[in-house]
């Protein structure tokens, strides 16, 4: 291997090598750490932010990026938790034909919502920052009318299952993260879409005048990202067993720095999905260590903060090297 091939994997492989040198400091110093337990509540704890960085992972690298995915996650946590209580009427326990309804019209929602991003992106040439902070304001305020703002609790016993439960000793949410995982790793690197999001990302006007439809590939990515949002939006409604208006509040910032932090070039066309898990995953862990440290929670957030804004830094000063 050549002085700049070795470089060049160390530069490729730099956040792993953070995180494996965050598990040795922790694992020595915080009592609890290293549990099989602890170890699948950090998965657990990372499972609705994840699969969104897979999602806003493939948004970023092609170019564009999306505000409104803390919103989905509330409003479709309450979609789904009103379509049930509708369906429902008055029955004490809902149907479970009730619940997999709601999760299909929430589910079609949010593609919805992902296709419009899409077209009103494509139609008004104005950037996502713009149109997606217009969308983050009005699923907020959808969010509120649908419940009024006062969560609605309408759910059948079983429905913490989704959230809470465990199949083999792993809790459910975190194998949702790992297909949420395989879906973009498999598109970004095994198919022809994935070929078109790096294409776009990298020279948007290169890839069209190469036959790429362009608008499709960034309406598509836009739509895969509201559908993780809403997956997220199921699990978050099943772990407080109600349809909140106000859960998700600042997700989209935990999100977009995951993705940052994992080596996604916020200037598109660059970045992998396994960098976006390494991303979510050093957050995890970083918020549990310090929450076995015993470090107070605004402390906590201050330090997050500050390791966004580095990792911003470090971002902007590799895309310009």
């Known amino acids: 291997m050549t002085r700049d091939k070795f470089i060049s994997h ?47 992972a493939l948004v970023i690298i092609v170019g564009e990026i999306d505000l409104s995915v803390g919103s989905m996650v509330a409003v479709s946590a309450c979609l789904t938790a009103w379509i049930v209580e509708k369906l429902a009427g008055n029955a004490i ?13 929430t589910l079609l929602f949010a593609a919805s919502v992902g296709f419009m991003s899409g077209k009103l992106r494509q139609l008004v040439q104005v950037p996502t920052f713009i149109t997606s902070l217009a969308m983050m304001a009005t699923l907020a305020g959808l969010a509120n009318l649908i419940t009024n703002g006062v969560p609605i609790s309408s759910f059948p016993s079983w429905y913490y299952v989704i959230g809470s439960g465990r199949f083999w000793g792993v809790p459910v949410p975190v194998f949702l993260l790992a297909i949420a995982f395989a879906i973009t790793f498999t598109i970004s690197n095994f198919t022809a879409l994935g070929r078109s999001i790096y294409a776009v990302g990298g020279n948007m006007e290169a890839a069209r005048l190469s036959g790429i439809n362009v608008w499709r590939t960034k309406t598509i990515c836009l739509m895969m990202t ?22 998700a509040r600042g997700l989209e910032l935990e999100v977009i720095s995951a993705v940052i932090i994992g080596g996604i070039s916020l200037f ?8 976006a898990f390494i991303g979510v995953l050093f ?18 957030q201050v330090i997050k903060g500050g390791l966004i804004l580095g990792a911003v830094f470090i971002n902007f000063f590799i895309d310009r090297k």
């Open 10 to 56: 160390l530069r490729r492989n730099s956040m792993l090598m953070i995180l494996l040198v965050l598990y040795v400091i922790v694992a020595t110093t915080a009592q609890g750490f290293f549990t099989l337990n602890n170890q699948l509540n950090i998965l657990r704890n990372i499972a609705v932010p994840g699969m969104i960085a897979f999602g806003m």
């Open 93 to 105: 326990e809902p149907a479970t034909w009730t619940v997999i309804a709601a999760f299909a019209g």
């Open 226 to 247: 509201s559908v993780f949002a809403a997956t997220g939006g199921i699990i978050y409604s099943s772990l407080v067993n109600a349809g909140n208006p106000t859960i």
């Open 268 to 275: 598109g066309g660059k970045g992998t999905i396994w960098g």
């Open 283 to 300: 957050l995890g862990v970083l918020l549990n260590a310090m929450t076995l440290w015993g470090f107070n929670p605004y402390v906590q």
